[in-house]
């Protein structure tokens, strides 16, 4: 038998029908869905008559237009408002569960997803969301789709696609002090470009990987789009089934134990070929940093700005963000830190964060949001005490939403200021009309957070 990928089995096993020199139908096993991009979709139903075929594997939540402070209040935002109050609507009319704004479940998509038990390995998943890559770190093949394949999805539990090619990227070594997971897919994308893994389905492997959490596998899987891909996914073994055991809604199932066993077959088999494969050391990876407005822009965090390509598109970016070639951004002053959204939102992210920040004090000028992914993270941040050290250093946890990842709620980053971002995309105006981002992990973002400039974690840690 001729050795697969491990996107290749799944893929292979959800194909309903293949279409002779074009694309195939899908089957899709677990569908997100949010209050941007599906009012338009059950629109299109309604227009046409036609019910959710398959209401129980859809989930919603309200996660992109709400605020993070005072949830109990209603949004004071029209249009916001109104695509919450409309996605209620449309679960109540379909049948769809939905957890919204205060619901004990709620939070941002991709981060219920996981905690709740709804993403397993070897599953098929969309959303009207990029990120929806995330998925992938469960060895799941999970994308964004656009808002017509959402109805798709809705009408039929299918959705026509053309098979990606394949990449893998194996990281060997270990990583050094103060290196996240968030650093290694900064430094990934900055050696292969924004655009590098275009047209493929990246699985992410090596010892480095492997050794990494689940909530540092999500952030490695949430950031492969940035680099072009379709998404990306990571193989499970025992740190998966570890993190899933101890879901209750999980565990509790009958069928685990035969569940495990189907798992342990997702894997790459030995000598399957895939259409490209790199590898890096992470041994070189550095705290890292972005410099320009896409995520392929990223050095490490004591490096020079580099001279770029001499293209229009370098320059113009280097001028937005009010800096040029050969400049070190270590000791740049920042005015906002923003640690959440759905790649850095997670319990590991807010512990990351406030270790480095105990026993010292929110530096003066700095806004900062924290901002946990879910209603379940911020609970379990008040549990073990990390909202009272937020608090003592001058920090406040707020409420779980998508927050200043993007301009669409009232957490924006005011024109010209500089904001040390945990999120996934550094795009003009991405958090707010002429806002200059700096993505960075939770450590660097706290080093800054402190000091009130951009600082090498790695010095703190020493400290």
């Not at 919450?84 to 981060?111: D, M, S, T």
Request: proline share 6%; aromatic share 6%.
């Amino acid at each position: 038998m001729t050795p697969k990928t491990l996107f290749d089995k799944i893929w292979d096993s959800h194909v309903i029908r293949s279409i002779e020199g074009g694309p195939e139908v899908l089957y899709i096993d677990q569908h997100y869905i949010h209050e941007v991009t599906s009012p338009q979709a059950f629109d299109g139903l309604r227009a046409r008559g036609i019910p959710v075929f398959r209401p129980n594997k859809t989930l919603a939540t309200a996660d992109h237009n709400i605020p993070t402070i005072d949830q109990h209040l209603p949004i004071r935002d029209e249009l916001s408002r109104n695509q919450v109050n409309r996605l209620a609507e449309n679960c109540r009319e379909y049948n769809i569960e939905y957890f919204g704004l205060n619901h004990p479940k709620n939070g941002i998509v991709h981060v219920i997803g996981p905690e709740l038990g709804y993403t397993l390995p070897g599953m098929t998943i969309v959303c009207g969301d990029s990120h929806t890559s995330t998925h992938g770190a469960f060895g799941t093949i999970a994308f964004g789709i656009g808002t017509s394949e959402v109805e798709m999805v809705l009408a039929t539990q299918c959705i026509i696609q053309t098979r990606p090619k394949t990449m893998r990227i194996k990281v060997n070594g270990r990583r050094g002090k103060g290196v996240t997971a968030k650093d290694m897919i900064l430094y990934i994308i900055s050696q292969i470009s924004s655009g590098g893994a275009t047209g493929y389905f990246v699985e992410f492997a090596g010892p480095a990987v492997t050794a990494l959490s689940m909530d540092e596998r999500m952030t490695v899987c949430n950031m492969s789009i940035e680099m072009g891909a379709r998404g990306g996914l990571i193989a499970p073994d025992h740190t998966t089934y570890e993190y899933l055991n101890k879901i209750p809604a999980v565990e509790s199932r009958p069928d685990f134990k035969s569940m495990l066993l189907r798992w342990r077959i997702l894997k790459s088999d030995e000598g399957a070929v895939f259409d490209r494969e790199l590898e890096f050391d992470a041994s070189k990876i550095k705290p890292m940093i972005t410099f320009g407005t896409n995520p392929g822009m990223g050095m490490g965090i004591d490096e020079t700005i580099p001279e770029g390509d001499n293209t229009s598109s370098f320059s113009k970016s280097l001028e937005y963000m009010g800096i040029r070639p050969g400049m070190k951004l270590l000791g740049h002053p920042v005015d906002y830190v923003f640690v959440g959204s759905c790649t850095n939102g997670r319990i590991d992210d807010l512990r990351s964060f406030v270790k480095m920040v105990k026993g010292r004090k929110k530096a003066p000028g700095i806004t900062a949001l924290i901002v946990p992914g879910s209603k379940r993270v911020e609970q379990q941040a008040i549990n073990e005490g990390i909202a009272e050290a937020l608090k003592l250093a001058g920090f406040e946890l707020r409420q779980p939403g998508c927050s200043s990842c993007l301009a669409m709620n009232d957490d924006k980053i005011p024109a010209g200021k500089y904001a040390i971002s945990t999120s996934n995309r550094n795009f003009e105006g991405r958090q707010g009309p002429g806002a200059r981002t700096i993505l960075a992990s939770p450590l660097t973002a706290a080093a800054a957070a402190v000091t009130g400039r951009i600082t090498d974690p790695r010095e703190l840690l020493n400290d």
